[in-house]
C-alpha cells in the first residue's frame, strides 16, 4: 500500500489549502481514511477522518475551519483547509485503516503545511 499526499505549502494566516492522498496497492472503499498532523516537539493527532459511507470526525481545533472528503473510485482522500491559523503549522500525513476496522495500519509521507502570521 502507497498513500501520496501533496498539496501542502507555505501561506498565510487565513488563507486556504488544499491536500490529497492518493493511495494505491489496494482496495480502500471499505477502508476508514484520514489525515494526521505533527508539528515540531508535538505528538502526532488526528485531525479528521472519514468513514467508507462517509461519516467525518474533527478534532475541535479545526472544526468548522477543515473538511475531510474522499472519492472511493479514485482512492483519494481529499482535506480542505480555510482560515488556516499558525498553529496549523505542521507536517500532515494521510493514513487508512485496517478494513472494517478502526485500527489505522498505513501512513504515508507527510507533506508540510506552514502558516504565517
Known amino acids: 500500500v502507497q498513500l501520496q499526499a501533496s498539496g501542502g505549502g507555505l501561506v498565510q494566516a487565513g488563507d486556504s489549502l488544499r491536500l490529497s492522498c492518493a493511495a494505491s496497492?489496494?482496495?480502500?472503499?471499505?477502508?476508514?481514511m484520514g489525515w494526521f498532523r505533527q508539528a515540531p516537539g508535538k505528538e502526532r493527532e488526528l485531525v479528521a477522518r472519514?468513514?467508507?459511507?462517509?461519516?467525518?470526525y474533527y478534532a475541535d481545533s479545526v472544526k468548522g475551519r477543515f473538511t475531510i472528503a474522499r472519492d472511493n473510485a479514485k482512492s483519494t482522500v481529499l482535506l480542505q483547509m480555510n482560515s488556516l491559523k499558525p498553529e496549523d503549522t505542521a507536517v500532515y500525513s494521510c493514513?487508512?485503516?485496517?478494513?472494517?476496522?478502526?485500527?489505522?495500519?498505513?501512513w504515508g509521507r507527510g507533506t508540510q503545511v506552514t502558516v504565517s502570521s
Open positions: 472519514i468513514t467508507p459511507g462517509g461519516i467525518t
Open positions: 493514513a487508512v485503516a485496517i478494513a472494517f476496522s478502526n485500527q489505522w495500519q498505513y
Open positions: 496497492g489496494g482496495t480502500f472503499s471499505n477502508r476508514r
